[in-house]
C-alpha cells in the first residue's frame, strides 16, 4: 500500500512543525489531514442484519485541501453544473501569472490571487461586450501549483460561445473566442494597473523597488492560452470533475515514503509532457504543499456574467428561451448513501460478507 500525503504528515510533521513557524491555517490543515478517516473524529457502526458481521466507518476531516475528501460534494457540484449547460460551443482559457510575480503573490496570496479573478474575469466581459454586444457567462477556477508542486498561479476559465442581446442569441466565431494577443495585453494592463493600486493602498508588501518591477513586467508578453472549444456539454463535465475541485497533488502520485525522502510521479511539460519521478526530503515535501494552501474562506472557484450567483436562473432562463432549449429535468432529492451508489456503484447498505442490509448500530464518538 502507498504513502499518502496523510502519511508524510503524520511521521514528518512534527519535526518541520517545530523547525518553522507556520500560520494558523497551515496549522489546520495539516491537523485536519492528518486526523481525517481515523478514530479521532468519530464515526459510526454498522451492524449487518443477517450474519452480525460491524463495520466502523470513521469520518472525513472535510478540508478542501485533503486529498480524501469531498468526492461526493464534487461530484453534486458537477452535477448541478452540467444541468446548468446550455447547447453552445464552450471554450477554456487558461491565464497565466509570470514567474516574475511568483515571490509577490506567496507574501500577499489573498490580494494577488484577487487581483488575479478580477483582471481575467474584466478581460473576457470586456471583450464580449466590445466584439459581440452580449453578456457572456463563465467559470473560474484558482490552480496555484505545477505537477512540480512548486507555485505556478493561474486560472482555469470554462467560457460561453456567446450570450444575448436583445432576446437573440449571438455566438462567437466557431472555434474561436478572441484573439490570443488582444486577451493577453488586456489582461496585462488590467493586472498591473490593478497592483499598482493596491501597492498605493498599501494592501501589498513588496521587496524590491515597485516602479521598475513594473516596468519590467509590462515589457513582458504574458502567456493567455485559449484551447480549442469542448466537444460539446458533456466533456465540459468531464473537465469540471477532474478540475475544479483539484488539489496540489492526489495520494496516487506519491510512489514512496522512506528515509525522509518522499516520490512523486510528475509530468514535465518541457520534456513532451513525459511522466517522471520526483524526489525530495519530506521537509521539502511539506513546504511544497504547504505553498498552496489558500487563505481561510478563500473562494478558489467564481461564477461570472450570465452565470454568476446573483441572478444565474434568470438569465439562463432568458439563455434558453433565445436558443429554444428546454429546461433541463429536475432530480429527486438523494440520501448520500443514494448519491454514492449511483456514482460509484458502492452500495454501502449491503453487507461485503452475506450480502444482507446493513443497519446504523450507533455512532463512534471517538477518544475524548
Known sequence: ???????????????????????????????????CRTASLGGHIDECEEC?????????????????????????????????????????????????????????????????????????????????????????????????????????????????????????KRRFLFPVKVMSRLFRGKFLDFLKKAYERKEIQSGEEFTGFLRGLYAKEWVVYAKPP?????TVVGYLGRYTHRIAITNHRITSM???????????????????????????????????VLPHGFVKIRHFGFLSNRNRKTCLESC?????????PTSAPETWQESLLRITGIDVTRCPICHGTMRSKQLYRGPP
Not at 516520490?263 to 520534456?271: E, I, L, N, P, R
Open 258 to 292: 522512506e528515509d525522509g525522502r518522499v516520490s512523486f510521479s510528475w509530468k514535465d511539460y518541457s520534456d513532451g509532457m513525459r511522466t517522471k519521478i520526483m524526489t525530495l526530503d519530506a521537509a521539502e515535501f511539506i513546504r511544497r504543499f504547504l505553498l498552496h
Open 1 to 35: 500500500m502507498h504513502a499518502e500525503v496523510a502519511d508524510v504528515f503524520r511521521r514528518y510533521g512534527p519535526s518541520y512543525r517545530n523547525a518553522h513557524k507556520l500560520p494558523l491555517n497551515h496549522l489546520r490543515t495539516m491537523h485536519a489531514i492528518e486526523i
Open 230 to 234: 469542448f466537444n460539446g456539454p458533456k
Open 52 to 172: 452480525g458481521h460491524v463495520k466502523i466507518s470513521y469520518n472525513s476531516c472535510r478540508n478542501r485541501h485533503c486529498p480524501k475528501c469531498q468526492f461526493l460534494k464534487k461530484e453534486k457540484w458537477v452535477e448541478a453544473r452540467g444541468r446548468e449547460l446550455l447547447p453552445i460551443e464552450y471554450f477554456h482559457v487558461v491565464f497565466t501569472l509570470p514567474d516574475e510575480l511568483n515571490p509577490l503573490a506567496l507574501r500577499n496570496r489573498e490580494v494577488v490571487y484577487n487581483i488575479l479573478f478580477r483582471a481575467a474575469s474584466e478581460t473576457l466581459t470586456e471583450l464580449a461586450d466590445t466584439r459581440l454586444g452580449v453578456r457572456i457567462g463563465f467559470i473560474a477556477v484558482l490552480h496555484t501549483w505545477g505537477q512540480n508542486l512548486m507555485d505556478h498561479p493561474h486560472l482555469h476559465c470554462i467560457v460561453s460561445g456567446g450570450g444575448v442581446s436583445h432576446g437573440k442569441w449571438v455566438s462567437s
Open 320 to 328: 434558453r428561451r433565445a436558443l429554444g432549449a428546454a429546461e433541463p
